[in-house]
């Protein structure tokens, strides 16, 4: 009897220790810290002198030659239900290229183009947890996005000694909804993390939006590790007047890899 009574604590311990990808609420302050790496397409348009011009298509191939600088990682912080969380991406791009331009029948040139994007993306928001049990967790939040580019296009006609140089820096803070998650699968340490949010305002934006989803995978009680295919687009106003005019339109989307340390 008091043999079996061993087994049957030694059991229970063990299943308290089963590692689970589903955070538990708890009356203590828990922080997560995320260092990531995000390869995205980037894909951005210009308003020049009334003329809607693709500039930094950047794909994930050849990004790293692309890329000039950049930073990103994010982090939260929870009291039982409650919790802050933070996003920061920053990078520089820069790509050259030519295009043919013909003003004229008869007359062609080439027209060498450098634009370069440089952009910080700064996320901040508080969440409260909406579903939690051994399968799911699922976190409402509500927060700002401020970011900052500045989109410098170099022009130059080949063969002349034409050339032009024009840059714009659009900053703006806008306001968010959105909820974030993840669902076990199958009772194993494997988990889908997901992400959601939209937002809008200061007479900059028209609209924002980020989505995040992939597959994820608990390696021990402080680690895990995700990979997940995450996107981000913004659409601003082509209004001189509100600071926008000459950036447009921007997209970011492709994979990224995580790896999250709980403390």
Same mark, same amino acid.
């Given at each position: 009897m008091a043999i079996s009574?061993?087994?049957?604590?030694?059991?229970?311990?063990h299943a308290d220790e089963a590692?689970?990808?589903?955070?538990?609420?708890?009356?203590?302050?828990?922080?997560?810290?995320?260092?990531y790496v995000w390869l995205p397409n980037?894909?951005?348009?210009?308003?020049?002198k009334g003329q809607y011009l693709n500039t930094a298509d950047v794909n994930m191939n050849n990004i790293i030659s692309n890329l000039k600088s950049g930073g990103m990682i994010s982090g939260e912080a929870h009291y039982g239900s409650w919790g802050i969380m933070a996003d920061l991406v920053s990078a520089t791009l820069q790509?050259?290229?030519t295009t043919s331009v013909t003003p004229a029948p008869g007359y062609n040139f080439k027209l060498a183009m450098k634009p370069t994007l440089q952009q910080t993306m700064l996320t901040g928001a508080a969440t409260y947890n909406l579903v939690?049990?051994?399968?799911?967790?699922?976190?409402g939040l509500l927060g700002v996005r401020w970011i900052s580019m500045t989109a410098t296009l170099n022009l130059a006609l080949d063969g002349t000694n034409y050339s032009l140089s024009d840059s714009k820096t659009v900053s703006t803070v806008d306001p968010i909804v959105?909820?974030?998650?993840?669902?076990?699968?199958a009772d194993s340490t494997w988990y889908i993390p997901f992400y959601a949010d939209i937002g809008s305002g200061g007479g900059t *934006?028209?609209?924002? &939006?980020q989505a995040m989803?992939? %597959?994820?995978? *608990?390696?021990?009680? &402080?680690?895990?590790?995700?990979? %997940?295919?995450?996107g981000l687009y913004y659409d601003m106003s082509s209004s001189k007047t509100n600071g926008a005019g000459l950036l447009q339109k921007t997209t970011f989307q492709g994979p990224q890899l995580s790896a999250t340390f709980h403390f």
């Open positions: 009574s061993i087994f049957m604590s030694v059991g229970v311990a590692l689970t990808p589903i955070p538990k609420i708890s009356n203590q302050w828990t922080v997560d810290v995320t260092p980037v894909s951005s348009t210009l308003n020049y790509k050259s290229g939690n049990n051994k399968d799911a967790t699922v976190d959105g909820f974030k998650g993840r669902y076990r699968i *934006t028209n609209v924002t &939006w989803a992939g %597959v994820g995978k *608990t390696i021990e009680k &402080w680690v895990d590790v995700s990979l %997940v295919y995450r």
